[in-house]
Every structure is written in structure tokens, then in C-alpha cells.
């Protein structure tokens, strides 16, 4: 039992894998077997002359063993990796290490590379998918029968859902957008712990997406400290980075950034939307027109009782207050009227 939780510990942490350099290994391997088959041509020669019988079964074994079986199952033990890229190894179907870094490697022939995701797409390219001829398709299909796709890519990747229609805090549709910048970190997690780790991306994203689109409305039409979807877009975001790194953290991915690149309301309610939006702009408007125009008013009446030019009674103040919150307040501009009597 002991043992049996030993290697599921281990399939889950990664094991970085000192792989012995790939030239110095092909090279002696070539002049190997090139020896083995001289050896075996001489052996040949040599059993056939009757000279030194025994030694010439001994090289045609030898050079018939290394030159056709044994050199020829070293050359797939030669790989060779690019900048961040990484190779999983399993050996007889256990996890053997990851090997990493660039450079050219020899590694156990018998080693095979995983990558259950190899030929897997993220939703961004799936039109591009649509469009790849028979002879690209046959050709990835090649490429993924050598290993070639079997890599893991340790750069930063961008995961650019499609648009969704989701229901905020308020009830209301909105059509959102996000775009996940993440990568790699744990090949182990993410080739052994699960089945396809670009599609756990995908559904992970999704999720944590309504999740969260749910927390808060869309807009509010106060003047309230209410944390919104447009107007709060900076702490959504990093509301959502943290609640997707939760989620595929049993993957071994990073998420290096998260953030909204499209935000609306649905089709059905848009129109209304942007009436309650033009009516709240107006309202806010008229409010600041008011408050301006009141202040005016009362200046207008403090510098006419301190310069002492006229005197008014409360019925001639209320007229000219009401004068002045006409033309002020007014959408057109007013019609000066000349009074040639007198005021009283």
C-alpha cells in the first residue's frame, strides 16, 4: 500500500529529468554501428573462407545484433527541444521525468512522450481549424505519429473565449468577452492529473466567469460607491484571475492575467438600456443646471441688498427669483422684454 501511494505522489510532482547529451551519444552510436556492420560483413566473409571459423561467427553475431537490432533502437532515444518546450516521459507506463530545456538529448529509447492535449486547439483558433486542407491535416497527423506535437509548450499562452451571454447581479443579459494569459508550470499535473489540460482551461474560464459576471450589476444609475461590471472592470478582473488559478491549480497551470476585452448589454433589452442611460445623463444635467441657478439667484440678491440698489418686498423677491430660474434653467434662450412702467 505504502508503495502505491509513494507512486501516486510521485506521477503528481514533477521530476526534472538529467538527460545525457545528444551528440557525442549520436555520433558514437553511428561509429557503432557502422563497426557492427563491417564486423558482420567481415564474419560473413570470413565463414565463408573457412579461416578462423569461431571468429567469424562471433562478429556475424555481434555485428548482426548491434548493426540490426541494438543501434537502430538507440537513434529514437535522440531528441531535441527548443526553448521553452518540455517532453513527459513515461517508462513501461510509469512517469520517468520531464526532460527540459533546449538543446540536443539522449534519453532511454524505451521512454515514450505524453501529451494528452497534442493536436488539441483552444477556442481562439477554431475557425482557423475550419480552413486547414486535407494535406495540412495529413501532414499534423504525421507530425503527432513521430512526437513531434507531443511537446509541451512552457511559453505564455492566450486563451481568448468566445463571447458569452450572462446574467449579472440585476437579472440583465449582458454579452461578455475574456481574454486568460496563462502557461504551464507543473507538466506533471498537467499531463497526469488531467485529461486534456487546454480543454480543462476552457470550461474552468467559463465557469468562473458566470461566477463572478453574477457578483455584480452592470451599471447603477446612482452616484453610490457600488462596485460594477464597466466601472469596476480592474477588481473584476483580478477577482477572476484568482478564482480560475484556484481552479486549475489541480492542473498545474499559472495564470499570468485575466481581463474583460468585451462588455454589453444583450440585443433584447440594449435599446432600453441606453434610454435609462440618456434619461439619468439628462436628469444629472438638469441637477447640476439647478444648483448652478440657485447659486446665481442668491448671489443676485445678496449684491443687490449690500450695493443697496433697489428694495424689494418678498412678493417682488419671489417674481424675480422665478424670472432668473426661467432663464436660467430654460432650454431655449429667453426674450428680453422691456418693462417701460413701473415695477409697482
Same mark, same amino acid.
Given at each position: 500500500?505504502?508503495?502505491?501511494? +509513494? ?14 547529451? =545528444? /551528440?557525442?551519444? /549520436?555520433?558514437? +552510436? ?13 564474419? @560473413? ?16 553475431? @555481434? ?71 486535407? =494535406?495540412?491535416?495529413? @501532414? ?8 513531434? &506535437? ?21 437579472? +440583465? ?5 475574456? #481574454? ?32 463572478? #459576471? ?51 448589454? &444583450? ?27 440657485? =447659486? /446665481? ?33 430654460? +432650454? ?5 422684454? #422691456? ?6
Amino acid at each position: 500500500m505504502a508503495n502505491v501511494v +509513494n507512486v501516486a505522489r510521485n506521477a503528481s510532482e514533477e521530476i526534472e529529468l538529467k538527460a545525457m547529451r =545528444g /551528440m557525442p551519444c /549520436m555520433i558514437m +552510436n553511428i561509429v557503432a554501428t557502422a563497426a557492427a556492420i563491417v564486423a558482420f560483413v567481415f564474419g @560473413v566473409i570470413m565463414i565463408d573462407s573457412g579461416d578462423a571459423h569461431a571468429l567469424g561467427i562471433v562478429l556475424t553475431v @555481434v555485428g548482426c545484433a548491434y548493426g540490426f537490432v541494438v543501434g537502430p533502437i538507440l537513434f529514437p532515444g535522440l531528441k531535441a527541444l527548443k526553448p521553452n518546450e518540455a517532453l513527459v516521459l513515461t517508462l513501461f507506463g510509469r512517469y520517468y521525468g520531464t526532460l527540459r530545456g533546449a538543446g540536443f538529448f539522449w534519453v532511454n529509447p524505451f521512454c515514450i512522450s505524453v501529451n494528452p492535449a497534442a493536436g488539441a486547439s483552444l477556442p481562439q483558433v477554431a475557425t482557423v481549424k475550419q480552413t486547414i486542407s486535407v =494535406g495540412e491535416n495529413a @501532414v499534423k497527423g504525421m507530425q503527432i505519429a513521430m512526437g513531434e &506535437s507531443r511537446k509541451l509548450s512552457l511559453k505564455v499562452m492566450t486563451l481568448n473565449n468566445e463571447k458569452q451571454k450572462i446574467n449579472d447581479q440585476l437579472g +440583465n443579459p449582458i454579452i461578455i468577452g475574456i #481574454v486568460v494569459l496563462w502557461k504551464v508550470i507543473n507538466t506533471a499535473k498537467a499531463v497526469f492529473d488531467v485529461d486534456n489540460f487546454k480543454e480543462f482551461l476552457s470550461v474552468q474560464c467559463d465557469s468562473a466567469l458566470r461566477n463572478i #459576471v453574477s457578483q455584480y450589476p452592470y451599471d447603477t444609475a446612482g452616484h453610490d460607491n457600488e462596485k460594477t461590471l464597466r466601472g469596476s472592470s480592474m477588481e473584476v478582473a483580478a477577482r477572476l484571475k484568482d478564482e480560475i488559478q484556484q481552479k486549475v491549480e489541480i492542473a498545474g497551470l499559472e495564470i499570468v492575467e485575466a481581463r474583460i476585452t468585451h462588455l454589453s448589454y &444583450s440585443e433584447e433589452i440594449a435599446a432600453v438600456m441606453l434610454q435609462r442611460q440618456q434619461a439619468s445623463a439628462i436628469i444629472d444635467a438638469r441637477q447640476m443646471i439647478v444648483e448652478g441657478a440657485v =447659486g /446665481m439667484v442668491e448671489m443676485a440678491l445678496d449684491r443687490l441688498n449690500d450695493k443697496e440698489i433697489v428694495h424689494l418686498d418678498e412678493e417682488r423677491k419671489a417674481a424675480m427669483v422665478s424670472n432668473l430660474l426661467v432663464v436660467l434653467c430654460g +432650454n431655449k434662450d429667453a426674450q428680453p422684454i #422691456v418693462n417701460s412702467g413701473s415695477i409697482y
